[in-house]
Structures are given as C-alpha cells and as structure tokens.
C-alpha cells in the first residue's frame, strides 16, 4: 500500500515535470518570437520615418507630399503601378528616368532626374515608404533587395 502510494506520487511528479517543462518551453518560445516580430515591425517603423523624410528632401518637389504630383508635369505616385515593382522603384530613384508614360490617363514625357549619391540603404528606405504609404506593403523593403535591384537596372 505504501509503497504504490509513493510510487503513484513520483509518477505523477514525473508527469507534472514534463508538462512545466513543455509550458515553460512555450512560453520562451512565445516570449522570443514576439520579440522578433518586434524588432522587425520597429526596423519597418524606422525604415518608413527615415524613407519619409528622404521624400520630403529628394521627392516632393516634383511629386508632392501627397504623392499627387503636378498637372502634366510630375506623375502622381499614389496609385502608380511601379509601387508594386520594387525593383524598377530602386532604379528609378537612383537613375531617374527617361520615357513617355501615362499615370491615371495623362501622359508624362519630361525626365526625371537621377540621385546617384543616395546609399543602398536610404534607397530601401525610400522604396519602403512608398510602398508602404501608397502601396500594399505593411513591412520595409531591405538593403539586399535594393542592391540586387540596382546591378539590373535596364538603361532609362
Ligand atoms: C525634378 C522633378 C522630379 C523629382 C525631384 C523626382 N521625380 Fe520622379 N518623376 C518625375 C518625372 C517628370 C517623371 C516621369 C518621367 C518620364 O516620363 O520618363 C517621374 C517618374 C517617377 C516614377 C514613375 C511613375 C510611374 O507611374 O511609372 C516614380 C516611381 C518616381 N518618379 C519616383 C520618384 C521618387 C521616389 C523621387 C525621389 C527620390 C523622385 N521621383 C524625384 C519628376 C521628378
């Protein structure tokens, strides 16, 4: 009697042990991926305020700060359809362009000039605020992305 007594309680503790285990497992590895998720959303969060104020200075001249461009000189960005491609965004930014478009039925035929000085880095910071202000992106374009981008550019 005693003896499956103390035997029944040291199962049972082997029991409760292994499910401890696994729940504090669990919540390690709950508390770890939060804090990854965070540490990404932040780097999103500091991709965008950085591509913002790199807008503000390179782009909205031309462009406006609402992205709405100008009459038939300056294309809106809002709504284009090279919010989608990140790559053609990286190589326009970087090399301008030069072409004769139609954004939201008018045609645009002036060159855009290219900022050659910017680093990969403000790049992706400038594609990652356009994409996420006026496109569908809710995370950051990254360096890699934009570096890959640029040794294709085609010539504009
Ligand atoms: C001096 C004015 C000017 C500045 C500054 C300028 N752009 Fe442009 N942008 C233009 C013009 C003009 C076009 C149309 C070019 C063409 O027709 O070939 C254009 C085209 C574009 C396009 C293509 C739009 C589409 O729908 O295909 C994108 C994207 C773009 N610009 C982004 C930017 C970004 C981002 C910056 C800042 C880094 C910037 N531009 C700075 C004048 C400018």
Redesign the pocket.
């Given at each position: 009697m005693s003896r499956r007594f103390w035997m029944s309680i040291k199962n049972n503790c082997i029991v409760l042990n292994k499910i401890i285990r696994s729940v504090c497992a669990l919540l390690i590895s709950m508390a770890f991926l939060s804090a990854c998720q965070s540490a990404e959303k932040l780097k999103s969060e500091q991709y965008f305020v950085e591509g913002y104020q790199l807008?503000t200075t390179?782009?909205a001249?031309?462009?406006q700060n609402n992205g709405e461009g100008m009459a038939n000189?300056?294309?809106p960005?809002n709504g284009?359809?090279?919010l989608t491609d990140k790559a053609l965004?990286a190589c326009?930014?970087k090399n301008g362009?030069?072409?004769?478009?139609m954004?939201a039925g008018k045609k645009?035929?002036?060159?855009?000039?290219g900022?050659p000085k910017l680093t990969d880095l403000e790049v992706a910071e400038?594609v990652s605020y356009?994409t996420m202000k006026w496109g569908k992106d809710s995370t950051h374009t990254t360096i890699e992305t934009v570096t890959s981008a640029l040794a294709n550019c085609k010539k504009q």
């Open positions: 807008y390179n782009c001249n031309c462009h000189l300056y294309p960005l284009s359809s090279s965004l326009i930014i362009m030069k072409d004769t478009i954004v645009f035929s002036r060159p855009m000039p900022n400038i356009l």
